[in-house]
């Protein structure tokens, strides 16, 4: 009984490596969103680099929530519209003391809504309601990345869900840049690359695929969809696919002979 609890375990391990490998990456639905108000943002400075609130920039779905936390000394107000033009009325956080929160759920209709504080003018944000792309439609770029360790390096494969994207694959360990190439994925929706590593060495790859735009590869001032955006990631040791491999050979192996040790199935 020991043996096949074992065995079992070696499956299910074996299972969940086959499913991480292949699960695609994509972008998540925008539903919730945080902003910080930045320390020492009542005191000029921070508009110079956009960080007085903290994204600068912010994107929710439609009926999407945002939420503010103050974690300045001072208190401050989210108001919506321009210090030039004044409150637009959309939403208005009144004064909110250090240490608390203010949310909005109520932006129905897709847009960008510019935001200030009141006491503090100079301090500005954005908020940009936008409606997510359906699933493998529209401009949204999802992508599954599965890996291979071979005896040239690991094989990356990419499957996109649109024809046509371009894109960059950049491969990093221990912060060397060990790949980095442009590719088009043309009407097969895929793209392969080989990543030069030893196969004896354990430290993790990290890898990032960047959406360059949806389009034809000589006709990039009318590329759509995400452009210079990170479509992607995925960390893989060298040695794993091998490894994952010999587990799960040897999980079955296992499960043949216990099963025919007791009579489940004729021996081989």
Request: with cysteine; proline share 5%; glycine share 8%.
């Amino acid at each position: 009984m020991k043996t096949i609890a074992i065995s079992s375990i070696f499956v299910l391990f074996a299972l969940v490596v086959g499913i991480a490998a292949t699960a695609p990456t994509a972008f998540a639905d925008h539903a919730t969103a945080s902003v910080s108000i930045a320390p020492g943002s009542s005191v000029p400075g921070c508009e110079e680099t956009k960080e007085c609130y903290i994204p600068y920039t912010v994107t929710i779905d439609p009926g999407g929530e945002v939420t503010w936390s103050n974690d300045d000394s001072a208190a401050h107000t989210v108001t919506s519209g321009t210090a030039k033009d004044g409150p637009d009325g959309n939403f208005d956080s009144s004064l909110f003391m250090a240490g608390t929160t203010f949310s909005v759920d109520t932006l129905d209709e897709e847009g960008t809504y510019p935001y200030f504080c009141m006491v503090h003018p100079w301090m500005t944000g954005e908020v940009i309601v936008e409606a997510a792309a359906e699933e493998h439609g529209g401009d949204e770029v999802m992508v599954t990345i599965t890996d291979l360790a071979t005896d040239d390096g690991i094989q990356v494969d990419l499957e996109f869900n649109q024809v046509h994207v371009n894109y960059e694959i950049t491969a990093t360990q221990n912060g060397n840049v060990v790949l980095q190439e442009t590719g088009h994925a043309h009407t097969d929706m895929m793209g392969h690359h080989m990543i030069p590593v030893a196969a004896s060495d354990d430290n993790p790859v990290d890898i990032q695929v960047v959406s360059l735009g949806i389009g034809l590869p000589d006709d990039e001032a009318n590329w759509s969809g995400p452009i210079d955006e990170i479509v992607a990631t995925k960390q893989v040791v060298p040695e794993f696919g091998t490894i994952a491999m010999m587990i799960l050979g040897i999980s079955i192996v296992s499960i043949i002979a216990v099963t025919a040790k007791t009579r489940v199935i004729p021996r081989l």
